[in-house]
């Protein structure tokens, strides 16, 4: 009869397995003596059960539940003790639940208790892809069970307080990008409004300069026209006659008038675009 125990430290996951757990690798041949039985539980106050053997070949298994269950009636003891244990195995044929030792606590856990009330709490035979099999008390894949039902709520809290964290990240990630792109509106804003001045001074500086040399052009044809009318005052028919279309007195009037005009609003315009140059150099400086 061999008694080993798998008892390293777990470090439970969500998706962690019964080959993880705390296994009793406990067998003896079934052609043993039923009292043996008795002896080892008694030994071992912990283990759950005996694997059962033929030839060091699996056979099944019996719980310390049944096994005193069935020793505390009358007559057992004297029955079975001195008798091999395949005859107790065959009179008791317990059902026994066999999982694969990848299978999912999670799953082993519901298999189980999806049990009948009377194996409910029976031990699971657990079997490697080796083909060995060992016994997981339920206590412990119960207890095992809830310790993943606090780990998974505690990292659903943390998740829950990852995602607050994230979520404020975003938030100040997408305050940062609207603040860089009105920083970057402004620069191209102020650049625009630099060059606006320049863009307007140096061809309304050109019109205000021909204004004055285009009157002083004019005054000189007037004075030209006036000249020719004092000299010459009966032209001959078809001058007579173009004279009257261009109504040349009312032009000789208006065309000063027209120039000062444009004067003044080439000198608002220039006074706008030394207004906006101060505006922004002080803008600037600011």
Do not use: C
């Not at 320049?198 to 040399?213: S, T």
């Amino acid at each position: 009869m061999d008694i080993i125990r798998n008892s390293e430290q777990i470090n439970l996951q969500l998706n962690s397995t019964l080959q993880e757990l705390t296994l009793w690798e406990i067998d003896t041949e079934v052609d043993s003596l039923g009292y043996t039985l008795a002896k080892v539980f008694e030994e071992e106050p912990l283990m759950p059960g005996i694997i059962l053997t033929r030839n060091q070949s699996y056979v099944g298994m019996i719980s310390r539940r049944r096994f005193f269950e069935l020793m505390s009636r009358p007559y057992s003891l004297g029955l079975f003790a001195e008798r091999p244990i395949e005859n107790l195995y065959n009179f008791l044929q317990p059902e026994i639940s066999v999982l694969d030792e990848n299978t999912p606590i999670v799953t082993a856990t519901q298999i189980s208790l999806q049990r009948t009330p009377e194996l409910v709490y029976e031990p699971i035979v657990v079997r490697s892809e080796s083909g060995r099999h060992r016994i997981l008390d339920i206590q412990q894949l119960l207890l095992t069970y809830s310790q993943i039902q606090l780990l998974t709520l505690a990292q659903l809290k943390q998740a829950q307080e990852e995602s607050k964290i994230l979520e404020t990240d975003l938030r100040e990630i997408q305050e940062n990008y609207v603040k860089l792109v009105q920083n970057e509106k402004m620069i191209l804003l102020e650049q625009f409004l630099t060059a606006i001045p320049q863009q307007i001074n140096n061809p309304i500086n050109l019109i205000a300069g021909n204004v004055i040399r285009t009157t002083r052009y004019i005054q000189e044809l007037i004075e030209l026209i006036s000249l020719y009318q004092r000299h010459y005052p009966k032209p001959i028919a078809e001058i007579q006659t173009a004279l009257n279309k261009t109504k040349l007195d009312f032009l000789i009037a208006d065309l000063p008038k027209l120039l000062a005009s444009m004067k003044v609003s080439t000198n608002n315009i220039q006074q706008f675009v030394r207004s906006l140059r101060n505006f922004l150099s002080l803008d600037k400086s600011e």
